[in-house]
């Protein structure tokens, strides 16, 4: 009622102005209210009463324009950090936004950056092409090898960028010997890319790394609807420097999107337990089908860092995993393009299961090298594989009929 009066009392100026002023100007009064949800605040820019306030709300993070931050953003931020046990979270408008900026403000001319091979697409090219174009020297080192991180050190490392689980293969990185090497030097930033186990199966801060960086756009959006990602800092100097460089560089989070963001964090634990308790399930049915190779996932003994994985990772492994089915690139193509339950899509951590052949889609061709795609040890039979929340016997019985085809 209060939102459509038409009391002139309500704002005694109105009933001067003329109609185009009415119409660009007329607002119901402020109610103080306390909506459950939070709000989707779409504005640009915010209302002042003094000039001096404007000195006020720079001096203290208050919202002057949006692509500072707002309320909603905020929301999701404040949301995450406490997931992510830091000092301050900041949310973006992808997780290459995150990664960018990462980069871009820690990094000159000069300096040398450690980082695993395989990793993230996204994250590789931007090393080797833009950071070198800037004169950035980058070593690459097998992943989940915290000794050949160690070994590779320089008196101009700056970054030791790690990711666990690692895409594709889901090496798992000991985030407690990573944090460790990166506290013997003063001015040595370790970041690590968690997005395959999102913070409810693992904390990298917890760990002693300094910055946690997720996609939000799997887990913890959960629904491939959004495109979001984040910085998470146990270091008040690290926030500051990536806030900053946010409002440089004007990848902040819409608020569309930040609002769904928070909404996906909300239900992120029911939903972790069943990605995860159905990886398991389908994890333990591919090992033992004659038609696959071998199966990568680290809560299954077999994984190469189960025991890491076992330390580092809680309630669960996680709904990420990949498979080699025998036969090829082939069979991987004939496989992917069979299932009926589960989807071919790229992307990852969405409720719905899908399924990509690394070898000639996100690590294909156009993406990367034969070399690098070598040094990754993707191979043509590979299979990258988000377990979603379906029922696992109906996703079982589509592994088993899109298997039955190769």
């Avoid at 707002?70 to 979270?89: F, K, W």
């Avoid at 070399?371 to 696992?392: D, K, W």
Wanted: hydrophobic share 35%.
């Amino acid at each position: 009622m209060m939102a459509s009066s038409t009391n002139a009392n309500s704002s005694p100026t109105l009933k001067d102005l003329h109609f185009d002023t009415k119409a660009v100007t007329a607002r119901p009064p402020h109610v103080s209210i306390r909506p459950l949800a939070p709000s989707i605040e779409t504005t640009s820019t915010y209302l002042m009463d003094t000039v001096d306030e404007y000195v006020h709300k720079l001096e203290n993070k208050g919202y002057i324009y949006s692509r500072h931050g707002g309320p909603t953003q905020d929301s999701a931020a404040y949301s995450i950090n406490q997931l992510e046990g830091g000092y301050g979270t900041l949310v973006f408008s992808s997780g290459m936004a995150a990664v960018t900026t990462a980069l871009l403000s820690l990094l000159k001319a000069g300096d040398h950056v450690i980082c695993q091979m395989p990793v993230y697409a996204g994250t590789m090219k931007f090393l080797q092409r833009a950071m070198h174009k800037y004169g950035v020297e980058v070593t690459w080192v097998k992943a989940g090898d915290v000794e050949k991180y160690a070994k590779h050190l320089k008196d101009n490392t700056k970054i030791l960028w790690g990711e666990s689980p690692a895409n594709p293969l889901c090496t798992i990185l000991d985030l407690e010997e990573f944090g460790r090497l990166g506290q013997t030097r003063e001015g040595l930033v370790t970041v690590v890319d968690s997005t395959f186990a999102g913070p409810y199966h693992q904390q990298p801060l917890r760990h002693g790394i300094d910055v946690s960086m997720n996609s939000c756009t799997k887990y913890l959006g959960g629904h491939c609807d959004l495109l979001a990602g984040t910085l998470s800092t146990c270091r008040e100097d690290l926030f500051e420097t990536f806030y900053t460089w946010q409002q440089m560089l004007g990848n902040n989070l819409s608020p569309f999107d930040a609002f769904l963001l928070h909404r996906g964090t909300q239900s992120l634990h029911v939903r972790m337990d069943r990605h995860s308790s159905n990886a398991m399930h389908l994890a333990q049915f591919l090992e033992k089908h004659p038609k696959v190779e071998r199966v990568y996932y680290p809560g299954l003994p077999s994984h190469p860092q189960h025991e890491a994985a076992k330390r580092i990772m809680g309630n669960g492994y996680s709904g990420m995993m990949s498979f080699e089915v025998k036969g090829g690139e082939e069979a991987g193509k004939k496989f992917v393009e069979s299932v009926r339950v589960i989807k071919l899509a790229v992307s990852l951590g969405g409720v719905d299961s899908l399924v990509e052949h690394p070898a000639t889609m996100t690590h294909g061709k156009y993406m990367i090298t034969d070399l690098e795609r070598e040094m990754g040890s993707i191979t043509p039979g590979l299979i990258r594989f988000s377990v979603g929340i379906e029922n696992v016997q109906d996703l079982e019985n589509d592994l088993a009929q899109a298997l039955d085809k190769i």
